[in-house]
């Protein structure tokens, strides 16, 4: 059985996204039908897993998300030098760019969602602290910034160090333990704030 539908999955992946818009709520309705539009997503059970998981915490947040690929971002300040961003946030609309080439949409995803919710706390100045100095002592928060500049340069206003707080929650949080308990031990009501609304986001998500 799992053979066979190792298979079907595979076949899946050559198969343009469909989804029933019956089985939404009509919060939800609308991130299916961007994802039905996009026309670049296909319908495996885990392309199905992520977009149910985008709509759900869409329709909870009030957060718009858009559905993109290395393709659509060509010519866009979000690509240089065939260097894709995975993810960006437009304040503008208050929508959420998803790039489903990358590796890290699900990284890029929470992380926006989380430093967006921190946004105007007083959890917020003291996370961005926390993980710049820890990726500077890593020497990655120069060439972090400087990329996210790069692709900002010509927006009026950008928040670039807000980008880069948000694309190193994402990254931090999912690949290295090290900064789970540096944060832990050093700003823990930070970590509890981060931990809380990952299980809440967990709930949204499973029901």
């Known amino acids: 059985t799992r053979l066979a539908e190792s298979y079907n999955e595979l076949a899946r992946r050559h198969t343009a996204y469909q989804a029933d818009l019956s089985r939404y709520d009509e919060k939800q309705q ?3 039908q961007k994802a039905i539009d996009s026309g670049i997503l296909n ?5 199905h897993e992520f977009v149910d998981m985008i709509a759900k915490i869409s329709a909870d947040k009030g957060v718009s998300f858009d559905f993109l ?3 659509k971002l060509k010519g866009t300040r979000f ?3 065939d260097a894709f961003v995975n993810g960006y946030y ?3 609309t208050k929508t959420i760019g998803v790039n489903i080439d990358s590796a890290k949409a699900m990284n890029t995803t929470v992380g926006h969602e ?3 919710v921190l946004e105007g706390t007083e959890f917020y100045d003291s996370m961005k602290q926390t993980i710049f100095d820890y990726a500077k002592a890593k020497g990655e928060y120069q060439s972090r910034y400087d990329s996210i500049a790069e692709m900002y340069k010509d927006v009026k206003d950008a928040d670039i160090e807000g980008e880069l707080t948000a694309d190193l929650v994402g990254d931090y949080l999912f690949s290295d333990s090290d900064f789970i308990n540096t944060l832990s031990t050093q700003n823990r009501n930070v970590f509890q704030k981060i931990y809380d609304e990952i299980k ?7 029901a």
């Not at 319908?43 to 392309?47: A, C, D, E, I, L």
């Open 30 to 32: 609308k991130v299916i």
């Open 43 to 47: 319908n495996t059970n885990r392309t």
């Open 69 to 71: 690929n290395n393709e």
């Open 79 to 81: 690509a240089k030098d």
């Open 90 to 92: 437009d304040s503008s």
């Open 114 to 116: 989380i430093t967006h």
């Open 200 to 206: 809440y986001l967990c709930k949204v998500v499973t």
